[in-house]
């Protein structure tokens, strides 16, 4: 079902043109921004320089000695309307561990959310998460499908020096952090799995559009990983 008044192009700088195909975290308005990715990968406009997917839009950037807005805008829509080449992404595993000291807000977490800590944990194991947008620093795979029970929105303040590793939630994201810095969102485990990959070619353990899905180890196992 598509959003009334949606796609809305916009152009950005002399570079850039945005596609918005809705307002909000929703897995049919994400579909149609991975199709329009997947459509331009297969045909490449003339001057494309490349696409950057978000949750509810399409960043085309492109050379404006090549093309301009116009064309860019007249090539994309020509695409909209394509059969769907986007496949279902691949599920990826996350190991975390929710040991006090490695999620120093599940607590708080519980007591917020009327739960106890084994049910929060039972409740983020049971989440259905998707990668919808890399964002804010090298390796942040934002998702989305925190269950409803432990959506909390952010903190008031934010906490800093946070451990890389750290699972995080906050509303309906997760994301697993990749630098030791601040948060503002609720730290309820760590976990041993590189995100970063250390290869050139292939960065980032997650692509857009990948479904993940975390399991639980002791702390033996965490201490354990390389």
Do not use: N
Not at 41 to 61: C, F, H, K
Not at 62 to 78: I, K, N, Q, S
């Amino acid at each position: 079902m598509t959003d009334r008044g949606f796609p809305v192009f916009a152009p950005i700088a002399e570079h850039s043109l945005l596609v918005e195909f809705g307002d909000r975290i929703d897995d049919a308005i994400h579909a149609r921004v991975l199709d329009l990715d997947r459509a331009l990968a297969l045909a490449p406009l003339p001057g494309l320089v490349e696409t950057v997917p978000s949750y509810a839009a399409l960043l085309i950037r492109f050379d404006p000695l090549c093309t301009d807005h116009a064309a860019v805008e007249a090539g994309a829509r020509g695409l909209l309307d394509r059969p769907s080449a986007t496949g279902p992404g691949t599920t990826r595993e996350v190991l975390v561990c929710y040991d006090q000291d490695l999620a120093p807000d599940l607590a708080e977490v519980a007591r917020t959310a009327g739960m106890t800590p084994e049910a929060v944990i039972a409740a983020h194991l049971a989440g259905d998460y998707r990668v919808y947008m890399y964002g804010f620093a090298p390796g942040y795979a934002y998702m989305a499908g925190v269950p409803q029970p432990i959506r909390l929105p952010r903190k008031p303040a934010a906490r800093r020096d946070v451990p890389a590793g750290s699972v995080l939630i906050a509303g309906p994201q997760c994301l697993v952090s990749t630098l030791t810095m601040p948060t503002g969102w609720w730290i309820i485990g760590r976990s041993p799995t590189r995100i970063l990959t250390g290869d050139p070619q292939r960065p980032f353990l997650f692509d857009v559009g990948d479904r993940v899905r975390f399991r639980r180890i002791p702390r033996a196992v965490f201490e354990a990983r390389p």
